[in-house]
């Protein structure tokens, strides 16, 4: 079938969050004269993230975006840090550290390579908002800003997938889901997506253990999207 | 209040879709040995669009598409122009016509200078994908494509404003909805959005008798897109 559009997972994928935030971190806990473990603390950030959604998928909590759950975990683990005195405004600036994360070197380019060929739109958990910010500063050339947002369900549910295909009114096969994801890849194939792996083994830092490799025979596994671009020939 | 957001209704006021559509419909016609007044069935084809959508608004129809309504309308219209032995190939063509409609010859250009300025979503009774197709075929270089569809609910009802602030994460007077349609305006501005009226004086054709001049105090009057430019200072 004839792969139309590309949907994109983000987080870890198309941005490196880990240093983006850690070094937000660090300049924000300097503007208050204290050195902190900037690598140290995104981490722990981002393994709230999972739980914070799954509370929001199982019904714990009503509807939340990723904006309001990054900010509830950062109130609950600055004080682990020595950061219990970063007030009003220095969390709001921080917590929108996660709508000015970096790319991946190849990211921006391999996307406008891959533009001339497809659709290509973000997939992510990331809320509506936050992914716009984040491509204007970016440099991010999406055609259409899909989020979790929109289907009021986070990834892996699979109304985010089916979701996707019917605001591009596409059938899923048309649809690739690339992520670095293999979690994300089984879910988007069990809807009938199309998938790509797209390895990121320093998202968690150097000492990764996670998603190194592909877990399943996916329909491409490549280490870039410059790669990516190569092996859908466009 | 700081703008930081610019909405844009799209047919009329992004778009020719008269000229656009009726080229399409003389070319399809053609094709099939027939000669037809193409601008008479665009223009009969867009007057059917606002009760069709009535229909949804009222509940009277569940949600239905704005690719389905013209289609609906598409298979109504065509045997009293002569072309009811289109077929069903032809027919589904000619309905995407409204996916590869022409900008005004300042769209583009205006755009492009607005983008450094602002977020620039769509807020257009089009659905996602039909809007996504035209903003890749012409170029418009939305940073968010935002649509009755995600909200189920047509212009002008509150729902869409609302929910196209809600999404960009920012207080109404901070969005500036931009539209050539008095009624839009005044739909926005019920909602608290700010208000940009560019005149279109021949979207329906050099006898246009509507929405020629603004019926009321709008935050910005002018008519094009550089002057809408230069009128936010961008």
């Known amino acids: 079938?004839?792969?139309?559009?590309?949907?994109?997972?983000?987080?870890?994928?198309?941005?490196?969050?880990?240093?983006?935030?850690?070094?937000?971190?660090?300049?924000?806990?300097?503007?208050?004269?204290?050195e902190t473990d900037g690598l140290a603390?995104?981490?722990?950030?981002?393994?709230?993230?999972?739980?914070?959604?799954?509370?929001?998928?199982r019904g714990d909590l009503p509807w939340t975006t990723i904006d309001v759950l990054h900010r509830a975990a950062l109130d609950a683990l600055l004080p682990r840090f020595g950061?219990?005195?970063?007030?009003?405004a220095a969390r709001q600036a921080l917590n929108r550290a996660w709508h000015r994360l970096d790319p991946w070197p190849d990211s921006v380019a391999g996307l406008r390579?891959?533009?001339?060929?497809?659709?290509?739109?973000?997939?992510?958990?990331?809320?509506?908002s936050l992914l716009a910010n984040m491509a204007k500063q970016a440099r991010l050339p999406w055609d259409v800003i899909l989020s979790a947002e929109l289907f009021r369900h986070y990834k892996p549910d699979p109304?985010?997938?089916?979701?996707?295909?019917?605001?591009?009114?596409?059938?899923?096969g048309q649809v690739m889901m690339v992520a670095a994801h293999n979690g994300?890849?089984?879910?988007?194939?069990?809807?009938?997506?199309?998938?790509?792996?797209?390895?990121?083994?320093?998202?968690?830092?150097?000492?990764?253990?996670r998603d190194l490799v592909p877990?399943?025979?996916?329909?491409?596994?490549?280490?870039?999207?410059?790669?990516?671009?190569?092996?859908l020939g466009c």
């Open 1 to 34: 079938m004839t792969l139309r559009a590309l949907v994109f997972d983000v987080f870890g994928t198309v941005v490196d969050w880990r240093s983006s935030v850690a070094r937000e971190v660090a300049a924000a806990a300097r503007r208050i004269g204290i």
């Open 41 to 57: 603390l995104a981490d722990a950030w981002r393994a709230e993230y999972v739980p914070a959604m799954d509370r929001v998928r």
């Open 83 to 88: 950061l219990a005195a970063l007030d009003e």
């Open 184 to 209: 994300d890849l089984h879910a988007a194939a069990a809807r009938g997506l199309a998938t790509a792996f797209v390895a990121r083994p320093t998202e968690y830092g150097p000492t990764q253990t």
């Open 113 to 128: 390579r891959l533009r001339h060929c497809y659709t290509l739109a973000t997939l992510s958990n990331g809320n509506v």
């Open 159 to 172: 109304e985010v997938y089916d979701g996707a295909c019917r605001l591009l009114d596409l059938p899923p």
């Open 215 to 231: 877990d399943r025979t996916w329909d491409v596994v490549r280490t870039s999207f410059a790669g990516l671009a190569d092996a």
